[in-house]
């Protein structure tokens, strides 16, 4: 019998049924071991390369590694190829309003607010996920991150550096499909049935709820972007990725499981494996090999979560972009605490911003699907289902 994704009150009965809850999902199933090899495989062959080539912000190549769905392999590759085509479009939108606004901070201000609501209302709307997560992180990134619209002297926007990241997140993505089409059975592509696709949902544009979501979204990341824009506090730019990567749009349970979830995973990559790892590994790190091991260690631990079923996957994820953030920020080894603390923040920022946004002021709890094909779910297993 599957445990209900709703918790009892605590004590002895909710420690039971968490043991039981835990004991459930991480139990090893067909298939899961080979799985998780091939995800743990792709991020350390996504990490190698971004050293090598000195990407920036590698931290979401590797994230982009491990988040995309592996329901199967023929799912694999259509996801990748629209996380390449969400990315490439994302991309050009992006860089397009930075070069047009760039030097009139209102414009520029309701053009990422703009950008803010189009990402969210895309999530819920484009009937491929992949295709909208691959399009709503790097529009965000480029459009909101890397610009303090409201102070002088404000930063400027590398082009560069945006477009490398771009190229870091297609790199993770390319070798999570190639990791999954040189080490899945043969014939796997061949056997499974094809899914007909089409651009949007059949009710995107006459259903409401899908504007309300993008509405609720849009505040949240521009709460966020204003918060961190008027602090002038650098490191806490990543909240408005986290808005769009927190978006509940198929996360099961309630909302006080949701956050907790979100919080621990937070807690559990960011401060145990990434500040633990630099204040007690690194200082003896001397060669790639000894940085690899343990990036290599939690980085499979974290996949063996996403593989759970979407009532707990999410940690994995979360896990996984918090400690990639705090272990492996621009191109290399990343010494300093300061950048970790600042990050996190930042992560935490969005995580409490999206619960008081979609949760805490919502008069009533919109019924969530598990929707194996959305990236927040990472791989759909059949016995779920």
Known sequence: MAISAESPALGNAGLDWLVAFLKEELAPYPGRTAAVARMATACIVTMLAVMIFKLPNGFLAVFYALAISRENLRSTVRNGFGIVLG?????????????LFIDDPLLHFLYVVGTFFLAFFLIRTLANDSLA????????????????????????????????????????TLAAVLADWMFSPRGALADLPTRTSRMFVADAFSNPAYQVFALKGCLAATICYVTWAGLGWSGLG?????????????????????????????????????????????PSVDSI???????????ATAAWVVTSSPRLSYFGRQMALAYYLTIFQGFGINPSLAMSRDRLMGILLGLLVMWLVFDVTAK?????????????????IQRFQ
């Open 133 to 172: 997560f691959g399009f709503s992180i790097i529009l965000i990134a480029a459009s909101s991150v890397n610009i303090i619209w409201a102070r002088p002297n404000s930063f400027r926007p590398d082009i560069g550096i945006t477009l490398w990241t771009s190229f870091g997140m297609i790199l993770g």
């Open 87 to 99: 990315n490439l479009a994302g991309l050009a939108l992006g860089l397009a309003g930075v070069i």
């Open 289 to 299: 090999v000894g940085f690899a091991l343990p990036f290599a260690a939690v980085s």
């Open 364 to 380: 009533r709890s919109e019924p969530l699907c598990g929707d194996p094909g959305h990236p927040e779910n990472g791989i759909a």
């Open 238 to 282: 990543v909240c408005t990725v986290t808005c769009v990567i927190a978006a509940p749009h198929s996360t099961p349970g309630s909302s006080r499981q949701r956050l907790t979830t979100r919080l621990l995973g937070l807690l559990t990559g960011g401060v145990i494996c990434g500040i633990g790892s630099q204040v007690f590994i690194l």
